[in-house]
């Protein structure tokens, strides 16, 4: 797979900091590169699949990700959801007629 590699710069100070919290180079590279990728698809970017592609996880696990973020994995409008509610209630109305 070819790969694209970008480049983020810190001023020594805050890198210090985040050294002594325990956060290498890895380390930053994989938050960095999660968070982008949530980011990205919060924004519409990139699809759930691709996202968690660029997060290097599983699908499910991306998705758990998400969820725990606060992050909507589904974008159900208002008008879909009085829509399923409306055809829940006929299918319950009609399996009370049947009985």
Do not use: C
Not at 80 to 86: C, F, P
């Amino acid at each position: 797979m070819n790969t694209v590699t970008l480049e983020m710069t810190f001023p020594q100070p805050i890198y210090l900091a985040l050294q002594s919290a325990g956060l290498n180079r890895e380390k930053l590279r994989e938050r960095a590169t999660r968070n982008l990728a949530i980011q990205l698809y919060a924004d519409g970017h990139l699809s759930l699949g691709k996202a968690a592609e660029m997060a290097d996880m599983p699908l499910l696990n991306f998705w758990l990700l998400l969820v725990e973020r606060g992050v909507p994995v589904f974008d159900y409008a208002e008008e879909d959801y009085e829509a399923d509610v409306d055809t829940v209630r006929r299918l319950v109305a009609q399996k009370t007629e049947t009985k």
